[in-house]
Each structure stands twice: as C-alpha cells, then as structure tokens.
T-cell receptor
Framework: SQKIEQNSEALNIQEGKTATLTCNYT??????LQWYRQDPGRGPVFLLL?????KEKRKERLKVTFDTTLKQSLFHITASQPADSATYLC????????????FGQGTTLQVKP | DAGVTQSPTHLIKTRGQQVTLRCSPK?????VSWYQQALGQGPQFIFQ???????QRGNFPDRFSGHQFPNYSSELNVNALLLGDSALYLC????????????FGPGTRLTVT
C-alpha cells in the first residue's frame, strides 16, 4: 500500500543544534516533494520544494535532501532557535504533477533555549 | 496583498445537519484545493477545483461537494454531518496545477455534536 511516514515522536533539541527530520514514502514515484511548517491552530506554511532530479535544496538555515532510491527526504534546520518550534509536514504529489498533495502526519519539533 | 482567507473561523453543528465553508484564494491564484485535518494528523486531500470544475478528488464520500466561482473563490459543502467530520478544514490556493507551492488559509474548525 502507499504510505508516507514521518517520525511520529516529537523531536526535542537544544538551541543552536541542527534538527534533522525524516520523511519516508513507499509505492509512490513523486516528481517532487514539499515541506511545510504548521503552528498550532494555523494553516501550513510552505517552506521548500525539491524535485526528483535535485539532490539538495537550501534556503537560509533550511536544507532538504531527496533520495529517490531510498525513497526518503531529510529536512535540516541548522542553528535552531526556539522560534523554530512547530510541526513540520512533508508532502508529495500523488498523481503526476497535478498538485494533489499527500501529507505525512508531521513531526513536532521543540527547540529548548 | 491578502493571502488565502476562510470563513467562518469556527463552527458548531449537530449530527445530520449540512454545512458550507468558504474560501477566497490568494490574489492571482486560479486553483483551490480543500483538505481535512484531524487532530494530530496531516491534512487529507478532499478535492481540487480549477476553472470552476472539480479536477481531482480524494477518498471522501459524495456527502462532500464543492464549487468554484468565476472569481476563483470556492465553497465546500458537507451534508448529513457525522461526528467523524469534526476537524480543521483547510483551503489552499496555487497558480495552476503541478509543482507549485500551495498557500493555505487559517482553516475552519468544525465541531459536530
């Protein structure tokens, strides 16, 4: 069956450290994968998109990798801050680049000062 | 430039009733997608509208229907409400289909009693 999985347990790290979040998928062949941030009671906010022919994408303190062989994406936040505390969602396109996004359940990140 | 707006913010309905949720997309966006997000889960795709037609649909029963207007705004209708329909309903807009980031609204919190 098709699945997209993220670490269900919350990730707790110390301020200044690098947070690494994992997204694994099975039985999909996505053309791209996206990462979103969601704060409690708010809608998700787009962070980064990485295409199948890209190995890595960076934006400020954020870095995403995409390994289509392992069927895995890693999301890194370097020099983490308490303001980075939120739930992070990965999403992939289910049907050949039509914008129908399938989301993982999200990983909650808590950065402690 | 206003982002995606949704109304109402919160709604309480009784089992068996019908509800209509509304969404105005980000300026310039022509595609609207609706998602249902249960507590602690990632958003689940309901359907997507483009050029006033339903283009994609997720695994939701026919009780869930929608509409897109010429100005690209959209409505989500749910008939014969069940307790399990209680969730955060998110609207997302994008420019066309494909590998475009989606802009989410703040959501409508629906509680069915």
């Amino acid at each position: 069956s098709q699945k997209i999985e993220q670490n269900s347990e919350a990730l707790n790290i110390q301020e200044g450290k690098t947070a690494t979040l994992t997204c694994n998928y099975t039985n999909y062949s996505p053309a791209y994968l996206q990462w979103y941030r969601q704060d409690p009671g708010r809608g998700p906010v787009f962070l980064l998109l990485i295409r199948e022919n890209e190995k890595e994408k960076r934006k400020e303190r954020l870095k995403v990798t995409f390994d289509t062989t392992l069927k895995q994406s890693l999301f890194h936040i370097t020099a983490s801050q308490p303001a980075d505390s939120a739930t992070y969602l990965c999403a992939l396109d289910d049907t050949s680049n039509t914008g129908k996004l399938i989301f993982g359940q999200g990983t909650t990140l808590q950065v402690k000062p | 430039d206003a982002g995606v707006t949704q109304s109402p913010t919160h709604l309480i309905k009784t089992r068996g009733q019908q509800v209509t949720l509304r969404c105005s997309p980000k300026s310039g966006h022509d595609t609207v997608s609706w998602y249902q997000q249960a507590l602690g889960q990632g958003p689940q795709f309901i359907f997507q509208y483009y050029e006033e037609e339903e283009r994609q649909r997720g695994n939701f029963p026919d009780r869930f229907s929608g509409h897109q207007f010429p100005n690209y705004s959209s409505e989500l209708n749910v008939n014969a409400l069940l307790l399990g329909d209680s969730a955060l309903y998110l609207c997302a807009s994008s420019l066309g289909k494909g590998d475009y980031e989606q802009y989410f609204g703040p959501g409508t919190r629906l509680t069915v009693t």
